[in-house]
């Protein structure tokens, strides 16, 4: 296994219409990233319920888009990594650990740059930088998608994040 560098492919999920206009260039970011044998990251948002009157309960919001979950099929270096918030670094982190995976050189793609993959890469840097380390943090244009691309692109060049084109095939 390359742990070099690791891959989090953040909420390409059916529930989040969007995922579909950046699905071509995650499916080859993750193709790249089987190739060379680094750890995966599907990081997928779930809601949880809190019942006063009934048993608690969680729930994905839907399934990772099919194409990716077939393009995985065998691979042995993914974790699927459940996430509650927009931010999903501190679960990657947890799901790092368990694996042994680094997580302090990380690529990111998906839905949405304005919120939930700016979010995991703000934690992802908080972590790093609690552990005395600069998290070295790229985030895919071509293979992400963004609601309010202004916004979303200053914010990521704010905490250091630095934008990459897509590999080329």
């Known amino acids: ?18 995922s579909r206009h950046c699905l071509a260039g995650v499916l080859h970011e993750i193709e790249h990233a089987m190739r060379e044998k680094m750890p995966i990251f599907i990081v997928e948002y779930w809601d949880r319920c809190y ?24 691979y042995r270096h993914k974790v699927f990594v459940k996430k509650y918030n927009d931010g999903g670094g501190y679960e990657i982190q947890e799901a790092a650990i368990e694996k042994n995976f680094n997580i302090s050189n990380m690529r990111m793609v998906g ?32 293979a992400s998608w963004c609601s309010y691309p202004k916004s979303g692109l200053e914010n990521l060049k704010d905490l250091g994040v630095k934008l990459v084109n897509a590999r080329r095939k």
């Open 51 to 74: 019942q006063h009157d009934g048993p608690d309960y969680e729930s994905r919001l839907s399934d990772t888009n099919q194409p990716i979950l077939d393009l995985l099929k065998g």
């Open 111 to 142: 839905v949405n740059r304005s919120f939930c993959v700016y979010r995991t890469a703000d934690q992802l840097i908080d972590i790093g930088m609690d552990n005395g380390e600069k998290a070295h943090i790229e985030v895919v244009r071509g």
């Open 1 to 18: 296994m390359n742990n070099d560098q690791s891959l989090a492919v953040i909420d390409m999920q059916d529930y989040f219409r969007n």
